[in-house]
């Protein structure tokens, strides 16, 4: 079975400043996709980010990238110029790219808090 | 348009009794998922629906959760004989499952908190 694992709690960042968020998976597939998912107080989760593990190139969207590393089944998430806005928590997620059901695998969340 | 929707925003209820958990998922998206995310599991997957039927159940935990979900759209999540364990958010995801899966998103609506006294 895939299994993720976030192994920070929770985090903190200055305004304006860069974090990162790690995030690493287990898996015996060689085809699958991952994704940052946020999660504020509102409880709707919101995708940021998703990379296909094929693609050796690492996928930004706007001020979020990530850094994929396959070979270390890790899966970062970077977030530049932080916001008051970015506060949230952050879950990491996997999901099989074979099969019909694209049910998600979901690490347990880094509580990202943005300082002014 | 319009994004998922779940009602109840919140419930609580008794040990013993049963509820029932409503989403309505973006008109047009074949699949939908319950998910359910509690403090010590994080978030867990339930269900997958795709139209009306229900292909993995493998993340029910017990035979008092049932679900389903009827003119490929609205879906119901039934607990029965609640347990203080339930206690969680409960989410619901839907795509639409066009384009496979290098496109496809989970778009999740605002969940359920449930809460069993």
């Known amino acids: 079975a895939q299994t993720v694992t976030q192994s920070q709690p929770e985090m903190s960042v200055q305004e304006a400043e860069t974090v990162t968020l790690s995030c690493t998976y287990d898996t015996s597939e060689s085809d699958y996709y991952l994704f940052w998912y946020k999660q504020p107080p509102s409880r709707q989760m919101i995708l940021v980010i998703r990379q296909e593990a094929y693609k050796q190139q690492n996928a930004t969207e706007n001020r979020f990238s990530v850094n994929f590393q396959k070979a270390a089944k890790s899966f970062s998430l970077k977030i530049s110029d932080s916001q008051l806005g970015d506060a949230a928590m952050y879950f990491c997620a996997y999901r099989r790219s074979g099969g019909s059901n694209y049910k998600l695998t979901f690490g347990k969340g880094t509580l990202l808090t943005v300082n002014p | 348009g319009a994004g998922v929707s779940q009602s109840p925003s919140n419930k609580v209820t008794e040990k013993g009794k049963d509820v029932e958990l409503r989403c309505d998922p973006i008109?047009?998206?074949?699949?939908l998922y319950w998910y359910r995310q509690s403090l010590g599991q994080g978030l867990e997957f339930l269900i997958y629906?795709?139209?009306?039927?229900?292909?993995?159940k493998s993340g029910l935990p017990s035979d008092r959760f049932s679900a389903e979900r009827t003119g490929g759209s609205v879906s119901t999540l039934t607990i029965q004989r609640t347990q203080q364990e339930d206690s969680a958010v409960y989410l619901c995801?839907?795509?639409?499952?066009?384009?496979?899966?290098?496109?496809?998103?989970?778009?999740f609506g605002p969940g359920t908190r449930l809460t069993v006294l």
């Open positions: 629906f795709q139209g009306n039927s229900a292909p993995d």
């Open positions: 995801a839907s795509s639409p499952k066009r384009g496979g899966p290098s496109t496809d998103t989970q778009y």
């Open positions: 008109s047009g998206h074949t699949a």
